[in-house]
């Protein structure tokens, strides 16, 4: 399988305030493969999705690494095939547009497809994301629609770019359970059908764990831990990993073990700890873990983590 | 949507019954006019033959019946100070402040707006910095002290402009100026800030993340939602027209509505200060009628309700 998206040392920074969001990540991304971003809120998830999307917002900058697709290689500066999803998909959409241009105009812009042609284009994406009445949805606005609609409308949306990323941050977050199950069942088939990658951030292991081929687990702006999701959930290696899975409420009634609290809190980014910035939270901190960061070592096969006392398997 | 455009009219038309009535009462009740006509000697029978002639002596309720029925068929009464018919008298000078009001509204609308798009756009840059500072100057100095400058600056000191009177072309140069700059000021200010806001919306990151092109961005995605409040400041600021008028119309002795109000309360042409009133009123409420029509079929979230 071809990577289709390699992100090296990437450092992201508030400039003005000279804080680094995003501190020298790696990772790669395989063509038509799932990683998953998890970690607290703050962490810099969707500053990652940002800078890999190369939309950063005002105010913040990339200021080290690379960001490099595929084609770069090969096809010269082609522009990857990015669409983007976001957590709240009301105030994503233009409120004063209709669904109807919000669609047909992308469709022109991503596959050239105008008027008739676009239309049906758009009622067969509606369709396909599991809007009824497609076609007379066609004249509604966003705010007649409800979250979930909206979010089904956004990835129609994104299906018209054709991406071969579709970066989806946080896409149920905003939604109600039954409704969160759906779009992740959305996500997966559409995942099967068109082959794109899928780039999902998510404080949720579970929605993690269903959609996810990797996983990598973000504290600080930092990656922690990288592997694949099953083996992360089995075997987590990190600290801070084992202790986000402990804190999961689970659903099997066997299992009698309450979720434990993480102690402490998610230090400032313009205040944090020396070395390890986990080693005040973490109950197996020893001197070296406070003087300097772990560097990512293997801890299995394509198993990553930053700890020195990594947990055993 | 209809029905919120008959609920905008019929509180329109309720605003106009109201104040109309409240002006009435309240300009009975500060002072008495033929005091104020008559010399200060003028004795008793004077002023009882001058209360007689313009039936000021009836109750306030009977004057106002006879007010509002009158007014309804377009006759206001007549001037105290020369006797000729209200109607005439204000009508006369409605083309004169229409000619400055009006293009001076077109005026800042043409510089204000696209001065405020650009200092949005191109935010925290000179370009902004200078437009926002002249914003600031033009909004904080008193639009009739700014008449004063531009008198002193184009007429005093080059002499390229006539300071007062309405006879050429040339004379509403001044005026029109000084208006235009001062409501300029103010909707640069108000169209940068909204334009900065809508900015900031998650949907006009979306927009870009999307890879649509910058000023596209801008004109179809950005504007059409910073015109909806827009539309309410624009209103504010053309409902400030006519009084403002009355601020600039004098410094300039330009002879419109609002130098004709300024007299007439000077003088206590009790008839000619009511109709203005009522045509200032009408005016506002019209105004606002329109913004809230306009709100509405601009911000589907009210016409698609
Ligand atoms: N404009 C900004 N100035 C300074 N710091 C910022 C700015 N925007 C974001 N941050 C910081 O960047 C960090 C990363 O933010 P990011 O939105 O990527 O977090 P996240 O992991 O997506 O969290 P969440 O789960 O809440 O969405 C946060 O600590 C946040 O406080
Ligand atoms: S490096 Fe040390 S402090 Fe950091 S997670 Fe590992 S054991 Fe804990
Ligand atoms: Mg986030």
């Known amino acids: ?313 | 949507m209809t029905a919120f455009i008959l609920a905008r009219f019929l509180r329109a038309i309720a605003v106009l019954v109201f104040t109309v009535t409240l002006v009435f009462i309240v300009l009975r009740l500060t002072g008495d006019p033929a005091q104020q006509m008559l010399s200060d000697n003028a004795g008793p029978e004077a002023l009882a033959a001058f209360n007689e002639k313009w039936g000021l002596d009836r109750s306030i309720p009977e004057q106002y019946l006879y007010y509002v029925v009158n007014a309804l068929r377009g006759d206001f009464g007549v001037s105290f100070a020369d006797g000729r018919e209200v109607f005439t008298v204000v009508a006369e000078r409605i083309p004169k402040t229409l000619v400055v009001t009006v293009s001076a509204f077109i005026l800042s609308l043409l510089i204000g707006i696209p001065a405020g798009i650009l200092a949005a756009v191109r935010r925290e840059t000179a370009l902004d910095k200078s437009v926002m500072a002249g914003a600031v100057l033009g909004y904080s100095v008193p639009n009739f002290l700014l008449g004063l400058v531009f008198i002193f600056v184009f007429a005093v000191w080059l002499r390229v402009l006539p300071s007062s009177g309405s006879s050429t072309w040339n004379h509403a140069v001044l005026p029109v100026a000084t208006f235009a700059l001062f409501n300029a000021a103010a909707i640069a200010r108000f169209m940068r800030s909204t334009l900065i806001d809508v900015l900031g919306q998650p949907y006009i990151a979306a927009a870009r993340a999307d890879g649509i092109p910058y000023w596209d961005v801008i004109l179809r995605h950005a504007l059409p939602n910073a015109a909806i409040p827009m539309v309410t400041t624009i209103g504010f600021v053309a409902g400030g027209l006519l009084g403002g008028s009355a601020l600039i119309e004098p410094v300039f002795a330009w002879p419109g509505l609002g130098s004709g109000f300024v007299n007439a309360t000077n003088t206590g042409d009790l008839p000619v200060v009511q109709a203005m009133i009522v045509l200032f009123t009408a005016f506002m409420v019209a105004i606002n009628f329109s913004v809230d029509v306009l709100y509405a079929v601009l911000n589907p979230k009210i016409r698609k309700h």
């Open chain 1, 1 to 313: 399988m071809s990577t289709l998206l390699t992100v090296r040392d990437l450092v992201v920074e508030v400039p003005a305030r000279n804080i680094k969001i995003i501190d020298g990540i790696n990772f790669s991304l395989d063509s038509g493969q799932t990683l998953g971003l998890v970690g607290e809120s703050g962490c810099g998830k969707s500053m990652t999705c940002y800078a890999v999307a190369d939309m950063l917002p005002r105010g913040i900058a990339r200021i080290g690494g690379s960001v490099t697709f595929e084609q770069d290689a090969g096809g010269g500066r082609a522009t990857p095939k990015i669409a983007m999803i976001f957590q709240d998909p009301t105030s994503s959409l233009n409120p004063v547009h209709t669904i109807g241009y919000y669609l047909e105009t992308a469709l022109y812009r991503h596959q050239g497809l105008k008027g008739m042609d676009a239309r049906m284009e758009a009622v067969r994406l509606l369709e396909r994301v599991g809007i009824d009445r497609a076609a007379s949805r066609l004249r509604a606005y966003p705010h007649q629609f409800s979250g979930g609609m909206n979010q089904r409308v956004m990835i129609a949306h994104a299906l018209a770019a054709k991406p071969q990323l579709l970066i989806a941050d946080e896409p149920t977050t905003a939604l109600d359970v039954t409704m969160q199950a759906q779009i992740l069942h959305l996500l997966e088939e559409l995942k099967a059908e068109t082959g794109m990658a899928l780039m999902i951030v998510s404080h949720d292991l579970g929605v993690i764990a269903r959609l996810a081929d990797r996983a990598a687990v973000m504290y600080c702006g930092k990656i922690v831990e990288t592997a694949p999701v099953a083996e992360l959930l089995q075997r987590p290696a990190h600290p801070y990993a084992r202790a986000l899975i402990d804190c999961m409420p689970s659903i099997d009634p066997q299992d009698l073990d309450p979720p434990v609290p993480i102690p402490g809190s998610v230090p400032l980014l313009d205040s944090l700890p020396e070395g390890c910035h986990f080693h005040p939270r973490c109950l197996r901190a020893s001197v070296e873990c406070s003087a300097h960061f772990p560097a990512s070592a293997a801890v299995g096969l394509a198993h990553e983590a930053s700890c020195y006392h990594p947990v055993a398997a």
